[in-house]
């Protein structure tokens, strides 16, 4: 019995500039705020969890408004610590969401993190690419003349 590929969130958001990081926050928040396709059994097991990321989301939210526009160092400092925070309430939302992904595979789906397929591999062993044995070398120059 084969067991089907199932999906894995991507952590690229760890390494990604300030406007692209923000961008996926917002899809993360809009995603993870109500969605029904994720029972409440996850955020009841984890009660903190939800919560903080949102409030963090929200201060995050407003930090970048403002380093945007005023491009003040203390505003642009804020939100690198910010940015680190939220990167650890990521991964550990991801990890949760992977974990219950197993008995419920439509929540990883409708998370808003960026996905990538987990395919199994087979290993193959490679063969050396030598002629066959009924090809003579003289049967190749018959047939280019």
């Known amino acids: 019995m084969t067991r089907p590929s199932q999906s894995r969130i991507l952590r ?3 390494n990604k500039a300030p406007s692209r990081f923000y961008n996926i926050l917002l899809r993360v928040w809009k995603c993870l705020t109500d ?5 409440g059994s996850v955020w009841a097991a984890h009660p903190e969890l939800l919560s903080s990321f949102l409030a963090e989301a929200a201060k995050y939210h407003e930090v970048y408004q403002r380093a945007s526009l005023y491009s003040s160092k203390l505003d642009i400092a804020a939100r690198e610590v910010l940015q680190a925070q ?3 309430h990521m991964d550990e939302i991801a990890s949760v969401l992977e974990a219950i992904s197993i008995r419920y595979p439509e929540v990883i789906v409708t998370s808003g993190f960026e996905l990538c397929k987990d395919h199994r591999t087979i290993s193959r062993t490679n063969i050396p690419q030598t002629p066959s044995e009924d090809v003579t070398v003289s049967d190749a120059e018959k047939t280019n003349s």
Do not use: G
């Open 35 to 39: 969605n029904p396709k994720i029972p």
């Open 86 to 88: 939220l990167v650890d």
């Open 12 to 14: 690229s958001y760890r």
